[in-house]
């Protein structure tokens, strides 16, 4: 009877330990669905009034987002051209079910400062907080087709 009950608390640390281990993974990879909460330095971040729908700064989203004005960000070389991946490892920025489940402040964080250890590196020496913002508004159109 002792054993057993030592055992099921074996198993129990084991299974504990386990899922301590998992959360420290960024989760991309595991394709764990939990949001990461947002570091409180970016936590208040708010696309400007307007910005997800406004077609100017859609457009300007897409040539940084193209490489096309600054040649140093040049998203769509890992994401592709309207969204289709050709790096792979890399997120799928068409994936809905996922991008409507980013706040405001999610995006620009990953943005600005990107994914530990991936390929995503941090933006935020290259873009302006403006420019964060348009090429955010950009890259969520690939979710969004049809809406
Ligand atoms: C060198 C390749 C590369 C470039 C360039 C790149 N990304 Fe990424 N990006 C990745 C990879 C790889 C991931 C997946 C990281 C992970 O495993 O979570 C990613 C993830 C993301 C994510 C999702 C973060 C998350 O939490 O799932 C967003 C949003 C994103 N990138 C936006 C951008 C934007 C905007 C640009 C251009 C300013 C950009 N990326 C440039 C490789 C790249």
């Known amino acids: 009877m002792k054993s057993k009950k030592l055992f099921f608390l074996i198993a ?9 281990g998992c959360g420290k993974k960024e989760g991309a990879k595991t394709g764990e669905m939990k949001m990461i909460e947002v570091p409180a330095t970016y936590a208040d971040k708010h696309m400007p009034q307007g910005g997800w729908t406004d077609e100017k700064v859609i457009a300007a989203g897409k040539e940084l987002y193209d490489g096309k004005k600054n040649i140093d960000v040049n998203c ?5 051209l309207n969204g289709i991946p050709v790096l792979t490892g890399t997120r799928d ?7 409507n489940m ?10 600005a400062e990107g994914v ?20 955010i508004a950009y890259a969520r159109t690939f979710s969004q087709k049809g809406k």
């Open 76 to 80: 769509a070389a890992c994401h592709g």
């Open 12 to 20: 129990l640390l084991i299974a504990g330990l386990y899922l301590v």
């Open 102 to 111: 980013w706040s405001d402040s999610y995006w620009y964080w990953r943005v």
């Open 116 to 135: 530990p250890d991936t390929a995503m590196t941090g933006w935020k020496e290259k873009l302006s907080e403006e420019e964060i913002w348009q090429v």
């Open 93 to 99: 920025l068409r994936d809905a079910s996922r991008v």
